[in-house]
């Protein structure tokens, strides 16, 4: 989770989360509302209400986006996918998922019902202006309710086409699971359209451009580089969990914990230890040898140069009962929901011991081992 995301609350029973660029999406939507939209529709409105309506049509666009995650976040609960939180950001928004659907029908579902809320969402907005417009009240808001409407249908649209990482891709990957029965690959498939529509966007964004047409050719072609490349980590991502399927936190955790004295300073510990040592996590143990937490040297990296030599590890080290622990027959694609990017303290609960540590850079190479390296670019030459 970014430092810059303030969590506003739960719903159904998921943190929600609004990252600062809200703050301009909402900006930049009100304004155009309220110099625009608004004059236009209803040029005798009073400047408070235009003020009023144009931050209230700007909210209710941002609350159409999380409404869509949250069409997502519901129905993946339902299908047993637990979801670890919504974010919403000015390029839209996100229900983060702990786990992937077991059946293609329930991936399906989840998949269908965020641009089932966005055209929902769109007919009701489109609904509220023509009854407006009927009864010959309140153009402000007719046009306000129109331009929500007409954005949230064509957000479902969009969404809808049949390319990863978007809603549709999603749907494409489900219905071909469901027919091949071969999830691997179905993603593959998804992906690859994902790639094909991204550097379609790119080679159309690119000729607008040519032939003069300027921020919307450049506009176009980021947003099909964006596509292309979240394809392909999805890809990898996948690649990644299924090979990883099975595997328990013993077999690859690392059984060697590197130890530090609580008591060294910074400055020690990065030019005694970690100059020498190739570890990136660390515990830290009292004088008595008591496990008091665990170090990162990227943690480190963020302290000014000069507090290095004043500041010890106790202070700095994350407190042993905040580091997230694991047993050693855990699997580990559970234990990385819990984790996030951090490493994981291995315990056997019974013998009250330390067996180990899984970081990173150990489920990365178990993935490696297990998928092999990612695939080289092909070669076009006659003998390749
Ligand atoms: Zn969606």
Known sequence: MLRS????????????????????????????FITRVLPDADPGLAPGARLVLGLAGAAAFVGSILAHEVGHAVMAKRGGVPVDSIRVWLF?????????????GIALRIAVAGPAVSLAVGFAAVGLEVLLDTWGV????????????RINLLLAALNLLPALPLDGGRVLEAALWWRWGD???????AAGAGRVLGYGLVAVGAFVLLRGGGFGGLWLGLIGFFLASSARLEAEGHRARSALAGTTVG????????????YLTVEEFLRDHVAHQPHATWTVRSWGGELEGVVSAARLA?????????????????????????RPDELVLDVLGR?????????????QQ?????????????ILQRAGAPRAPRSWSPVG
């Open 354 to 366: 330390l067996r180990g540590m899984l970081s990173p850079a150990d489920v990365h190479r178990a």
């Open 251 to 262: 077999e690859v955790m690392s059984p060697v914990v590197p130890t530090v004295p609580s």
């Open 5 to 32: 995301d303030v969590r506003i609350g739960r719903i159904a029973g998921v943190p929600v989360y609004l990252n600062w660029t809200v703050v301009v999406l909402v900006w930049l939507l009100g304004s155009m």
């Open 92 to 104: 839209g928004g996100l229900a983060q998922l702990a786990g992937e659907a077991r059946r293609p």
């Open 138 to 149: 309140a153009p402000g808001l007719a046009a306000v309710a129109s331009w929500l409407g």
């Open 339 to 351: 984790a996030a990017d951090a490493a994981v303290l291995v315990v056997d609960v019974e013998q």
């Open 183 to 189: 999830r691997d690959r179905a993603v593959r498939t």
């Open 302 to 326: 963020g302290l000014p140069t000069e507090r290095r030599a004043l500041v010890h590890l106790r202070e700095v080290a994350v407190p042993i009962d905040q580091v997230p622990w694991a």
